[in-house]
């Protein structure tokens, strides 16, 4: 039978596009990894990861795990080179897993060991902060066959064990850190970390068990000794750099680029290097000299304050002298810690309560009135974001008389109070307690915002902070009426009287401030309101009772 000379030609198109089909199907294997690697060297990574993926595809269910090692070997660093770094650390962790003996391999590449190296402690460090705390230690302990002398590895395995609550495995991984490099400050500050974490349930041995706090104060005290240097050698190449000598200034200097880096804006850290130094030439070398910086004095800001709350907790658990001393301790080491970041509040609570323990309620005081002073700000401090904030508040929330800020608006907040001072971030809360009482409430005004703050501090941290101001201020004031200081103490009381309210509009629940302010009420002259006072106390304690 005869067939158009159209229908031949079809028919072997169909049969040169079979075989083409059954050419590509059949391309060996050698010839598949050879052309992808000559890809790899001339710079062609996708069209490298291509051929790659395509080798495993047409034969990775059929090759020895050595041969699908190195499959995936190339795969992760053809990810690494395209700084796909997640895909790159899944990579080179199967390839190891299948063939040990290709950590050897990329060790004596000195590109492929900075290529893993780097996605895969770029990925367990990004594991760690989303507290994926498996991966985070999956993709480190690759890291540390790679090259098992880098303390940082040590330490975010450390810190993943910590937050897993896997004491052993975190105290055995600092002493191995130590056992590399003994003045490794991260992996006596680890050490400290066990003996501050580990429950008391867990401690078998008793002797241990009481020991545990001078156990963790000297760990800690190592840890900060070492930080300590580590300022004092950042801060010499501060001066080489900047040609200066004046130990005062340098100091000054040093502290303003940690300021400027705690702002997480580079550009902040860049204006000042180039407008407030007139250093824009040295501008490399002082951003990484800024870096050193920051780091050691974050470290030191938190070493100490862990150690200070240990200290308080060792004070809580003894008696009579031996509590004094800890907790004299603590009052020392968080006063330490806010040199190093005086923007910490939570060493600056603290601080307040040690304080507070030992009966210095001035200091106490002024410990916690720099709290609220940091960390809330008044509305009017926020004009440009005043319609936004006011747009928050609702008739449902009016009634609790705070709201949380959502992202976008909170981001916005901090970049505003960062440019008016506060050197803290956070500000996530916005109140408006003199709204809670308000009768047919519908929308907040322009003339509701001067009473309306925010604050980093959510509502019952907010409500203990001015307790224990309004209570340490009380005392205070009442001592200096019992030293005839009367104009001295009544003003105090007034201060008292102000923060105790405050107490109360957060919570009109809270006895303890209704109680003090019977006290405070009653030595300003101030009797019916002494007297109310003292009923809703009663009141309250009787339920709590």
């Known amino acids: 039978m005869l067939t158009s000379r159209s229908t031949r030609r079809a028919a072997w198109a169909a049969i040169i596009c079979l075989a083409a089909t059954a050419v590509a199907q059949?391309?060996?294997?050698?010839?598949?990894?050879?052309?992808?690697?000559?890809?790899?060297?001339?710079?062609?990574?996708?069209?490298?990861?291509?051929q790659f993926e395509k080798a495993r595809q047409q034969y990775g269910q059929t090759v020895d795990n050595n041969v699908r090692a190195e499959m995936e070997l190339w795969i992760a660093l053809c990810h690494a080179q395209l700084k796909r770094h997640d895909s790159a650390a899944i990579g080179f962790v199967k390839a190891i897993g299948l063939d040990s003996s290709l950590a050897g391999k990329i060790r004596r590449d000195e590109s492929w060991l900075y290529f893993a190296g780097t996605s895969l402690l770029h990925t367990a460090r990004e594991s760690y902060e989303t507290a994926d705390y498996d991966a985070a230690v999956t993709y480190a302990r690759t890291a540390l066959v790679l090259d098992p002398t880098k303390p940082q590895i040590y330490s975010l395995i450390a810190g993943a064990f910590s937050a897993q609550e896997r004491y052993e495995e975190m105290l055995a991984t600092a002493r191995s850190m130590i056992s590399i490099d003994t003045s490794s400050a991260e992996a006596y500050g680890l050490i400290g970390l066990y003996f501050l974490q580990k429950p008391d349930s867990?401690?078998?041995?008793?002797?241990?068990?009481?020991?545990?706090?001078?156990?963790?104060?000297?760990?800690?005290?190592?840890?900060?000794?070492?930080?300590?240097?580590?300022?004092?050698?950042?801060?010499?190449?501060?001066?080489?750099?900047?040609?200066?000598?004046?130990?005062?200034?340098?100091?000054?200097?040093?502290?303003?680029?940690?300021?400027?880096?705690?702002?997480?804006?580079?550009?902040?850290?860049?204006?000042?290097?180039?407008?407030?130094?007139?250093?824009?030439?040295?501008?490399?070398?002082?951003?990484?000299?800024?870096?050193?910086?920051f780091f050691t004095y974050t470290n030191l800001n938190v070493t100490g304050s862990r150690a200070g709350s240990a200290m308080l907790r060792a004070s809580a658990e003894t008696r009579g002298d031996t509590a004094e001393r800890y907790r004299a301790l603590a009052e020392s080491l968080f006063i330490d810690a806010l040199v190093w970041n005086p923007a910490d509040f939570n060493s600056l609570f603290n601080l307040g309560i040690a304080r507070y323990q030992a009966r210095s309620d001035s200091l106490a005081a002024d410990a916690f009135a720099r709290v609220v002073a940091g960390a809330t700000a008044p509305l009017t401090l926020l004009e440009a974001l005043q319609d936004s904030l006011l747009a928050l508040v609702t008739p449902a929330n009016a009634a609790t008389g705070y709201a949380q800020l959502p992202p976008s608006l909170a981001g916005a907040v901090d970049s505003i109070l960062f440019t008016r001072g506060f050197a803290a971030a956070g500000f996530s809360w916005l109140y408006f307690p003199q709204l809670k009482d308000r009768k047919d409430f519908i929308a907040a005004g322009p003339g509701d915002a001067p009473a309306m703050f925010v604050?980093?501090?959510?509502?019952?941290?907010?409500?203990?902070?001015?307790?224990?101001?309004?209570?340490?201020?009380?005392?205070?004031?009442?001592?200096?009426?019992?030293?005839?200081?009367?104009?001295?103490?009544?003003?105090?009381?007034?201060?008292?009287?102000?923060?105790?309210?405050?107490?109360?509009?957060?919570?009109?629940?809270?006895?303890?401030?209704w109680q003090n302010l019977v006290h405070c009420y009653r030595e300003t002259g101030q009797k019916q309101l002494a007297l109310d006072a003292y009923a809703k106390y009663e009141r309250l304690s009787g339920k709590q009772r």
């Open 202 to 293: 867990l401690w078998a041995d008793p002797a241990l068990k009481r020991g545990r706090w001078d156990s963790t104060l000297t760990y800690y005290r190592h840890a900060l000794e070492i930080y300590a240097r580590r300022a004092a050698e950042a801060r010499n190449s501060l001066g080489t750099t900047l040609k200066l000598t004046d130990k005062a200034q340098l100091a000054a200097i040093a502290e303003s680029l940690v300021a400027k880096s705690r702002s997480g804006d580079p550009a902040v850290l860049d204006r000042y290097i180039e407008q407030g130094l007139k250093a824009t030439k040295q501008r490399s070398e002082l951003a990484a000299i800024a870096a050193r910086l």
């Open 455 to 513: 604050s980093i501090e959510n509502p019952s941290q907010l409500e203990n902070i001015y307790l224990l101001l309004g209570v340490s201020q009380t005392g205070h004031g009442l001592a200096l009426l019992e030293a005839k200081r009367d104009s001295d103490g009544r003003a105090v009381l007034e201060k008292a009287i102000a923060n105790l309210l405050m107490v109360t509009r957060l919570n009109p629940a809270n006895a303890e401030s």
């Open 26 to 50: 059949t391309v060996p294997l050698d010839a598949l990894l050879r052309g992808a690697r000559i890809h790899y060297q001339g710079g062609r990574y996708d069209r490298a990861l291509e």
